[in-house]
């Protein structure tokens, strides 16, 4: 039978439920379990595909195209599993499905309603998705955690809370289970830990229909003895069942955190599942990278030149990928944000000080990533941190809207085509160098880019980035733009030393450029960070950190193999991957495993 883990938050929205329904999955797939993950968004849009990420953070794209919630990046990282669109259920999705079925007469003229229509296409959309395999055995999953996104109590998603109520009993009680995670305040001025916000939740949570199985109290520092049975003894739980999950140094720690307090032993009881216990190799990976990032010594400044720079979450999968590749390398990631429109010289006039602060930090950083985006704010203060990065011969990479400006730049201030620009800024520039695509429907928003995994052909051996690729003749990465490179335009660029090295596999879409003559300067038209792991760092995150590192031609030039002396030792004498990180690798590569701390596949290519 499936096993179903709902997972609701109480207090506030914002808690860390991603991260903790994440870690949740991740302790049970160290048992040996498939698991598969669902995130619920009450809001009535179909998808997260337009948002401003000042909304929800960023949007994820996944190999069907699907546009949702980052979250689901959070479940693909720690569970590595590909997810697909309807892993990301939404009120408008359920609605739409409703209201289409609805119109074709299949409730033979009933009046449709809130209950039962709604909570029960919702309860058969978490049944049917649950069965559908995630991992690449293609075997199907034992385990589905499911995250309730909002807060309880919120109006919209009341009819999800209703579903589950009546979910439980369908499913039986030994195949379903509820952790409700909510926060513990201490206020500065008595530095008390409170548990009415707490009590409060649950209360309204129990009133609802659902009884909390596990209480998982976001909190600033551990909890004490006494405010943990207080919390049993009003929460209608036993101590064991509330978990603490207190500020930690690294994510990587909180499976850990979870596993320490017997979440592992709890669920195998509660939820009838033979779980064996033996010590976990996927966990001693966790508390490997945990500490190894604890005790980095030497760090590396990435400037992210970017329009959303005042909420960190709207780059989510840019800032884990570069702290991926950070790991990878031994060294701390130093982010600097920079608002590109602070670049520019209107800022210059109207806040000087800004305008140099801005400077300041891109000057003095040792890399820089100019991310993707949508919309003509901030895309000069973009060019002039690519020209200077072009100039100064400072480590630079390109992700999507980053990469059509490289080319935008190179064809200012190299070819003198003054004015050329893209046709999403300028529809009457005489060097359109950035056209928009066929696929491209000016008149709907939703859904209408070029989305998803596509393939991208290498056509030259002698690219950076087909090396950090692992020599490979193609990569599969996923993709999220309406406009593209004017391949009309490809020869001028090349004549040059701007190389299109990278391009569809109709040869018609330009997916990667590298300079000549430069450290590391690289644009791809897809989005990498999508699909970066923890010990799978992505090739061109990996390159930016270790050309900003100084470490990019001795990498290259031992094979894309990191030596002994660039990771971080302990001093003890012993490895720092564990035999299983071994197991994946070709044989050639065994013997530099013991000292790069990494899995060898994700290295050479994916």
């Known amino acids: 039978m499936m096993k179903y883990i709902l997972v609701t938050g109480g207090v506030i929205s914002g808690i860390g439920k991603g991260i903790i329904a994440s870690s949740v999955g991740t302790i049970l797939k160290s048992c040996g379990l498939h698991v598969t993950a669902i995130k619920i968004d ?25 546009e949702v919630d980052l979250d689901l990046g959070n479940y693909e990282r720690f569970l590595d599993i590909r997810l697909t669109k309807d892993n990301n259920l939404t009120t408008g999705k359920i ?5 289409n079925k609805e119109r074709r007469g299949d409730y033979l003229g009933k009046t449709v309603q809130v209950v039962p229509h709604i909570t029960d296409a919702i309860q058969e959309w978490v049944v049917k998705q649950a069965r559908v395999p995630v991992d690449d055995d293609g075997v199907e999953p034992r385990v589905c955690v499911i995250e309730l996104g909002g807060t309880v109590g919120d109006i919209e998603s009341m009819p999800f809370i209703e579903a589950f109520r009546q979910f439980q009993f369908k499913v039986k009680r030994e195949n379903f289970c509820n952790i409700h995670v909510s926060l513990i305040p201490q206020p500065n001025a008595t530095g008390e830990q409170k548990t009415k916000p707490t009590q409060n939740s649950v209360r309204e949570l129990r009133g609802l229909g659902l009884s909390p199985d596990l209480i998982m109290c976001r909190c600033t520092t551990a909890l004490e003895n006494s405010v943990k049975e207080k919390i049993s003894m009003f929460c209608h739980v036993e101590p064991e069942q509330v978990i603490c999950v207190h500020d930690v140094s690294s994510i990587y720690r909180v499976p850990l955190l979870l596993e320490d307090q017997g979440v592992v032993s709890y669920l195998s009881r509660r939820l009838n599942m033979p779980i064996e216990t033996h010590p976990r190799k996927m966990l001693m990976k966790w508390k490997e990278m945990s500490d190894r990032s604890d ?23 840019v800032i884990k990928a570069l702290e991926h590749s950070a790991l990878a390398i031994s060294h701390k990631l130093e982010v600097k944000y ?21 400077w300041q930090k891109l000057c003095s950083a040792d890399g820089i990533l100019v991310p993707g985006g949508f919309g003509i704010r901030g895309t000069e203060g973009k060019m002039h941190a690519i020209n200077w990065a072009r100039k100064q011969k400072k480590p630079f990479l390109g992700v999507c809207l980053g990469m059509q400006l490289a080319v935008c730049e ?9 004015d050329a620009n893209s046709t999403e800024f300028d529809p009457e520039s005489k060097h359109p160098v950035v056209i928009d695509m066929p696929e491209h429907n000016p008149g709907q928003m939703g859904g209408t880019m070029r989305l998803g995994k596509r393939r991208t052909i290498f056509k030259t051996n002698s690219s950076v980035l087909r090396k950090l690729y692992g020599d490979a003749e193609h990569v599969d990465e996923r993709h999220r733009h309406r406009f593209e490179v004017n391949p009309d335009l490809k020869s001028h660029f090349e004549d ?10 109709e040869g018609e879409r330009m997916e990667v450029v590298e300079l000549d003559d430069h450290p590391y300067f690289v644009g791809v038209q897809y989005h990498p960070e999508f699909t970066s792991r923890p010990i799978n760092p992505s090739p061109p995150y990996l390159g930016l950190l270790l050309a900003a590192a100084g470490k990019l031609q001795s990498y290259l030039q031992k094979g894309c193999r990191l030596s002994p002396r660039d990771t971080y030792s302990d001093g003890s004498g012993s490895s720092t991957p564990d035999s299983e990180m071994a197991e994946d690798c070709l044989p050639s590569q065994m013997n530099d495993l013991a000292s790069s701390g990494l899995d060898g596949s994700g290295l050479h290519g994916r």
């Not at 190179?410 to 003054?418: D, I, M, P």
């Open 42 to 66: 009450p809001y009535i849009n179909i998808d997260a595909g337009t948002f401003s990420p000042y909304e929800h953070g960023e949007v994820f794209v996944l190999d069907d195209g699907g």
């Open 95 to 99: 609605y739409q499905s409703v209201i």
């Open 295 to 317: 005790r980095l010594l030497e760090q590396c400044s990435i400037a992210l030149v970017g329009k959303y720079t005042k909420f960190s979450d709207s780059y989510a999968s």
């Open 338 to 358: 920079i608002d590109s429109a602070s670049l520019e010289p209107s800022t210059l006039q109207e806040e000087p000080v800004k305008y140099h602060e801005a």
């Open 410 to 418: 190179f064809a200012r201030n190299v070819l003198g085509w003054k």
């Open 496 to 505: 040059k030393g701007f190389h299109f090295v990278g391009q569809d596999v």
